[in-house]
Nanobody
Framework: VQLQASGGGLVQAGGSLRLSCAAS????????MGWFRRAPGKEREFVSA????????HYGDSVKGRFTISRDNAKNTVYLQMNSLKPEDTADYHC??????????????????WGQGTQVTVSS
């Protein structure tokens, strides 16, 4: 099983990026997926999560109203649209997937698979 995150890069404050996380090795259409981030010197932070059918989403307080998570189960892919980016959004972004839970969760311990991360850098 592999989760391949992409779409990171360097962007100016106020700009947008769209992250993708493509899963391979099994289907995750019945599993919740999520995004977490880790900035240098900081602990891992929950960003967003989405239920298996995409009907329920959760967001961390720092990204609410700016980020949108979505998924395409036919493509086994989850997306994170990031708008109005701020320098404090600079971090390594990781996607994650549960192995059987369909309900969206903020708890990193409930995720069984993790991607390698994609770096997002927001300049001021």
């Amino acid at each position: 099983v592999q989760l391949q995150a992409s779409g990171g890069g360097l962007v100016q404050a106020g700009g947008s990026l769209r992250l993708s996380c493509a899963a391979s090795g099994r289907t995750f259409s019945s599993c919740a997926m999520g995004w977490f981030r880790r900035a240098p010197g900081k602990e891992r932070e929950f960003v967003s999560a989405i239920s298996a059918n995409g009907g329920v989403t959760h967001y961390g307080d720092s990204v609410k109203g700016r980020f949108t998570i979505s998924r395409d189960n036919a493509k086994n892919t989850v997306y994170l649209q990031m708008n109005s980016l701020k320098p404090e959004d600079t971090a390594d972004y990781h996607c994650a997937a549960t192995s059987w839970r369909s309900i969206a969760t903020k708890d990193p311990d409930e995720y069984d698979y993790w991607g390698q991360g994609t770096q997002v850098t927001v300049s001021s």
